[in-house]
């Protein structure tokens, strides 16, 4: 199990140093700064992680968990990113989309994460880094749903860039669920030798995803809007969507 999960980082590590020379290559790192600076941020992680692990083991644990508390944030400015590109026609509507994602995580993160921290009492130490890790994670599966939700409401026609980059991240949340659960269910020593697998394999598998739709610059689309109860194309409602649009402008230019 030890080898397997060193195997299959790796892998995720190699697939993410050629991502990221991709995205410079076809400039495609300037349409998602974010994403690509969390994608930066990672495979230096990852690489000064590694040396850790075999020069200095045991300082690990310490860097492992600052590098992962970072990295939770980091994947919150990706989400937000998503929502920008849902709504790239709309200047107006791409701020309430960001603003709509800021306010779910950060109630999310106040009712239901932090209480993981202050409120774990008498509760093992491994036990209550899973439940917090899964909270989090839990916490951005919400996010990602209520993305998903507003593109089909809205019948948003997206690349495959962007498409892409939102299954990829939803198949590593829900394979890192699992995971946590699975981990927390199963105690420190079957639960810590699953997640040690577990974990990678939920990263690498999203780096497959994402270097498979990222890989090319997808042209240019337009959002279309369609109603939602008749499920035709609606002038009408693209017209409203362009008129909530200039109201936002004007409310967020006062």
Request: aromatic share 14%; hydrophobic share 55%; charged share 15%.
């Amino acid at each position: 199990m030890h080898i397997l999960g060193v195997v299959v980082s790796l892998v995720g590590f190699l697939l993410e140093g050629a991502l990221l020379a991709r995205l410079v290559a076809t400039r495609l790192a300037k349409s998602f700064p974010l994403y690509f600076s969390y994608l930066g941020y990672s495979f230096c992680g990852f690489l000064g992680l590694y040396l850790i692990y075999w020069l200095r083991p045991r300082l690990y644990p310490t860097a492992y968990w600052m590098f992962y508390l970072v990295s939770i944030l980091a994947e919150f400015a990706v989400l937000a990113e998503i929502s920008d590109q849902i709504f790239r026609l709309y200047p107006a509507l791409r701020k309430l989309g960001r603003a709509i994602t800021i306010a779910i995580s950060a109630g999310l993160g106040a009712i239901y994460v932090l209480p993981s921290i202050f409120g774990g009492e008498g509760e093992p130490r491994y036990a209550a880094i899973l439940d917090f890790a899964l909270r989090t994670a839990v916490t951005k599966a919400i996010v990602v749903v209520v993305l998903f939700y507003l593109a089909r409401h809205y019948r948003s026609e997206l690349d495959r860039n962007v498409a892409g980059l939102m299954l990829g991240f939803s198949i590593y949340l829900a394979m890192l669920i699992a995971a946590l659960a699975a981990g927390k269910l199963l105690g420190p020593s079957v639960g810590g030798s699953t997640l040690w697998v577990m974990a990678p394999l939920a990263t690498t598998l999203c780096q497959a995803v994402w270097t498979y739709a990222l890989w090319e610059k997808a042209p240019a689309r337009y959002s279309k809007a369609t109603s939602p109860a008749l499920g035709a194309d609606s002038e009408a409602v693209a017209l409203e969507l362009r008129r909530f649009n200039n109201e936002l402008s004007k409310f967020w230019q006062r």
